[in-house]
């Protein structure tokens, strides 16, 4: 036995092993905690997996570690705060997302679905390809259906060739936003224009005569600026002009939890959070099938009582302009007061049952899903109960459960099978749901 065998076996080396042992898992133990806690992400692991590989894909099938971390962030709504928390262990300090990032990348290596590859690199492997599934073009694929809901998997445009023409009052979605970036491999504003122009002039023509186009759309910055692309505008007059929609209103959905753009807000300190995106609905018809009675009732204001009551005591009804006014035009009925067009709604919760049950089951959660209280409040506005709503980029599938919940029926697509297969837990428990499969 030699020398240091010796000295590593003595009671003091032993106990000190022990005593770096225990803090080594005292500290993992905090960091997993202090995760969980700040980034609010129970299992962040399994829903950075999905979101990662995607990031991977879209940048080609390889990219640097760097690349991805604010990819990742944005996706999963990580709060500015939470993604500069660090660790410490040892003498080395961490960041916190980012080591989790680097720990899913590493669990997606141990699972064959990212390439060990050359340093620095991270490149999807043939079975994070198959990972991904998306439908390969010209396939239109049952995955389940409801006595009132038919969820595809399929891309919007296969899936609108599949739909019968004429049959919708509400086509809803919230395509994906165009990012100049290249490295990303996501579509240029003038690619974005060219292909959501050819969807709508497909949607056109599956909507009833009185039928409504709703789309929700995000600001994104002009290339290396803070200045904005006017793509939302473009996007909204090319519906107009070339497919002789009529823009029937807005909606502005402000969110007080949207987070602010790490380069342009947060670093740089020359824009404002931006909490508003962009609903827009259009219609065939200039007078679509819209009834704000639909709606919950909301109560009148204070104010507007106490005016109410001073016209009731005016001796006259003549007013100083000249008017004579029947003040009997003016009396409350039982609908409330008119409904503002601005909807005030946080992120979609991950304290959900759905998100939930996601994790629990390990599946990805979609990382861009929006609140219920928009489908909600779209529904309800533009159809009446029994008639059809489509979701072409479902998702998770929040336009098709809201609007069973509202006694309306769905059609739901969506290319990405891992997504299209999650949203089934909003409705599996149902006594009409029914599984029919991919297809392999």
């Known amino acids: 036995m030699t020398s240091q065998q010796t000295l590593s076996d003595t009671p003091g080396a032993v106990a000190a092993r022990a005593r770096r042992i225990r803090r080594g898992v005292e500290t993992e133990a905090a960091a997993k905690a202090q995760a969980r806690e700040r980034l609010g992400r129970p299992s962040l692991q399994n829903l950075l997996q999905m979101p990662l590989l995607e990031a991977i894909q879209d940048a080609g099938g390889r990219a640097r570690p760097r690349d991805l971390y ?7 709504g990580i709060d500015v705060e939470a993604r500069k928390e660090t660790r410490t262990c040892a ?3 961490y960041n916190l997302f980012e080591q989790q990032v680097r720990w899913a990348r590493q669990t997606a290596v141990a699972q064959g679905l990212i390439a060990k590859g050359e340093r620095g690199i991270w490149e999807l492997a043939d079975a994070g390809q198959e990972k991904l599934r998306r439908v390969r073009r010209g396939a239109v694929v049952l995955l389940y259906s409801l006595d009132d809901g038919l969820a ?18 509400l086509i809803m979605t919230s395509p994906p936003y165009p990012v100049v970036n290249r490295a990303y491999g996501r579509f240029t504003v003038p690619d974005w224009l060219a292909w959501m122009s050819d969807l709508v002039g497909m ?3 599956l909507l009833t005569d009185r039928g409504t186009l709703c789309v929700n759309l995000m ?3 002009q290339p290396g600026t803070p200045c904005l692309s006017p793509y939302v505008e ?13 823009l029937a209103g807005r909606m502005p959905w402000h969110s007080p939890t949207k987070l602010a753009n790490i380069e342009w807000a947060v670093k740089r300190r020359v824009r404002l959070r931006n909490s508003v995106e962009h609903v827009i609905l259009f219609s065939k018809d200039p007078n679509p099938n819209w009834d704000t009675r639909r709606l919950p009732r ?6 507007s009582e106490a005016r109410l009551a001073a016209g009731r005591r005016r001796a006259s009804t003549v007013r100083p302009s000249g008017y004579d006014l029947n003040e009997a035009a ?13 909807l005030v709604a946080g992120g979609a919760s991950g304290a959900s049952t759905f998100a939930k049950r996601c994790r629990e089951a390990g599946v990805p959660i979609h990382p861009a899903r929006f609140p219920e209280a928009l489908p909600r409040r779209v529904i309800q506005l533009t159809t009446d109960v029994g008639q059809t709503v489509y979701d072409p980029m479902a998702g998770s599938n929040t336009t098709g459960k809201v609007a069973l919940e509202l006694g309306r029926r769905f059609i739901s697509s969506e290319p990405m099978l891992a997504y299209a297969e999650a949203s089934a837990m909003h409705f599996d428990s149902r006594p009409d749901f029914r599984l029919h499969g991919s297809g392999g």
Do not use: C, M
């Open 298 to 303: 909301e109560e009148y204001a204070d104010r």
């Open 70 to 76: 604010a990819r990742l962030a944005e996706e999963l």
């Open 152 to 169: 595809l998997w399929a891309h919007a445009e296969e899936a609108a060739s599949a739909i019968e023409p004429g049959s919708l009052d």
């Open 330 to 342: 003016f009396e409350r009925n039982d609908n409330g007061r008119i409904p503002g067009n601005l």
């Open 203 to 205: 949607w056109k023509e």
């Open 234 to 246: 473009r996007f909204t007059i090319d519906a107009i002009d070339r497919h002789g929609l009529h």
């Open 219 to 221: 600001d994104v910055f």
């Open 91 to 93: 003498d080395q300090t």
